[in-house]
C-alpha cells in the first residue's frame, strides 16, 4: 500500500514532549531558547502550546503562545488582552502541508473563547514564507522595530484583532 497523503494530529503540547520541541526550534530558528523558557510559556498558557505528531508518533511542529496586557496594536492607548505568539515552526521536510495554518487556527479558537482582544507576533522582516502565512490567516503588519534581532535584522509586528466588544 502507497501512502499519498501525509497524516498528523494536533495536540496539547506536555513536558514530555520539550527535547523534541527544542530540537525543532533549533533546527528551524536562530531564536534559541533554555528548557525552563519553553515550561514558563507553558505554564503561562497551556492550551496555547501545541503540537504536530505524526503517525509515527514523532513531533513535527510546535506552536507556543503567551497571554499579555499591552496598549492595542489598532485603538489608542487602550489596555487590552493580548495572545503573543512567541515562536512557531515546522520541520523542513513537513511544511507546505496547512500544519502551520492548522496549529495557528486552533491558537487563534482558543484567544477567542477565552475573549483575547488581539493576537500579535513579531517575524523577521526578511522571512517571507511565514510573512505570507500570517497575511494568509488575516494579521497585517502593524509596525516595524528595527534591528530587533541579534544579528540587527528588523522585525515586523504582526497583529489581528480577535473578538470584538
Ligand atoms: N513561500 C511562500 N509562502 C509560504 C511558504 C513559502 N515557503 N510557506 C508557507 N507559505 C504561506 C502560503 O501562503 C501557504 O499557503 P499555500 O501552501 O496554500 O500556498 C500558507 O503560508 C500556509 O502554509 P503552511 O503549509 O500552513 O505552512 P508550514 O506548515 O509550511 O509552516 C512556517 C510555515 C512555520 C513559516 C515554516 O516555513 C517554518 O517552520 N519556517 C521556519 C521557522 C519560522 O520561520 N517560523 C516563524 C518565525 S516567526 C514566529 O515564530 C512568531
Ligand atoms: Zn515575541
Given amino acids: 500500500m502507497v501512502l499519498t497523503q501525509y497524516n498528523y494530529i494536533i495536540r496539547k503540547f506536555n513536558p514530555n514532549d520539550l527535547e ?3 530540537y525543532i526550534n533549533r533546527t528551524c530558528l536562530p531564536e534559541n531558547y533554555s528548557p525552563s523558557f519553553f515550561l514558563e510559556i507553558y505554564q503561562n498558557c497551556p492550551d496555547g502550546f501545541l503540537v504536530a505528531e505524526s503517525e509515527n508518533l514523532s513531533i513535527v511542529g510546535y506552536i507556543m503562545c503567551r ?6 496594536e489598532f485603538k489608542k492607548l ?13 520541520l ?27 493576537c500579535f507576533l513579531e517575524v523577521r522582516t526578511t522571512n517571507e514564507p511565514a510573512i505570507n502565512l500570517y497575511k ?21 509586528i504582526m497583529a489581528m484583532e480577535l473578538h470584538k466588544t
Fill in 67 to 72: 497571554l499579555e496586557l499591552g496598549f492595542s
Fill in 78 to 90: 487602550k489596555l487590552v488582552k493580548k495572545g503573543h505568539i512567541v515562536s512557531i515552526a515546522i
Fill in 20 to 22: 523534541a520541541v527544542i
Fill in 136 to 156: 494568509k490567516l488575516g494579521f497585517s503588519i502593524v509596525r516595524t522595530i528595527p534591528g530587533y534581532y541579534l544579528d540587527g535584522t528588523d522585525a515586523y
Fill in 92 to 118: 523542513p521536510e513537513f511544511r507546505r502541508k496547512g500544519i502551520a495554518m492548522e496549529l495557528i487556527n486552533k491558537v487563534l479558537k482558543f484567544l477567542n473563547e477565552k475573549k483575547i482582544d488581539e
